[in-house]
């Protein structure tokens, strides 16, 4: 077997995805407890008229998408906070005018866009030393902002009506809180593209809520299954050719259906010895 680690797009694809894990954890935790995956989907699409936009101006296209990421996160919780209009409704809305947006800038983009899949499926082998230095700020932000207001996360993301007995500043937090979130999604793109980024976000999130409502918990074994699986993904995409964004998705699913296996399993012995205690 080949030491796959002498290459160094090796070793910047494990540090990738060693930080997309940690912004997997905070932010995919906030988004999985307030209940908000809609929302990291429709931050995620809304930033493809981003990457559209990046390739007309011929700029990093990363850029545009954090443009139109956060610009999106902000504006789907303003309209929805302020009863403009529904949650959904507004998800929908941009969701669909930045699909729009960047298929029509791509058109009108002179030539062939030839690094445009990776945005769209996801492409850990091409991750940047730019990718890496973009996810690590990302990543000390988060846990920076995590440590400082960890309780106020917290009473916000289970319970907004104690969370307003406790700060009266609980407005202010969502926009930060979304807007971090959106950074972190537009930043994982080129780890898992703008069609599974939500596996990588709301899947771990997912799997350790089976087991604990723990929020410093679920963040940290998250985090934890987050780079498992992608590792995990990334090896065998290595070892059998085959996409490596898809392999990552699938292996996480597959850890969603063995803990949801092992949950069920769990309470059918707690039943069975209830009906039959020693």
Known sequence: MENIFEYSFVIRSLLGALFASITAGLAGTYIVSRRLVFLS??????????????Y??????????????????????????????REDSAIGILWALGMAVGIIFIYLTPGYAPNLMSYLFGSILTVTNGDLVALGIISVVLIIYTALFYRTLLYISFD????????????????????????????????AGVIMIIALLTIPANIIMLFTRE???????????????????????????????????????????????????????RIEKMKYPL
């Not at 780079?227 to 292996?251: D, K, M, Q, R, Y």
Request: charged share 10%; aromatic share 12%; net charge positive.
């Open 160 to 191: 907004e009506n104690y969370a307003r007995t406790f700060t009266r500043h609980v407005d202010l937090f969502k926009y930060i809180s979304v807007g971090l979130t959106g950074l972190a999604i537009v930043l994982n793109i080129r780890m």
């Open 215 to 269: 929020y410093l918990r679920i963040i940290i074994l998250s985090t934890v299954v987050s780079f498992v699986g992608i590792s995990g993904g990334f090896a065998i995409s290595w070892f059998t050719n085959l996409p490596t964004g898809a392999t990552i998705v699938t292996v996480l699913v597959l850890f969603w259906v063995v803990a949801r296996l092992a949950k069920s399993l769990r309470r059918t012995n």
């Open 56 to 85: 007309y101006l011929g700029i990093n296209p990363v850029v545009g998408a954090a443009v139109f990421g956060l610009g999106s996160a902000l504006g789907m919780e303003y309209m929805s906070a302020r009863g403009r209009m």
């Open 41 to 54: 989907g429709g931050i995620t699409h809304a930033s493809f008229g981003g990457i559209g936009l990046g």
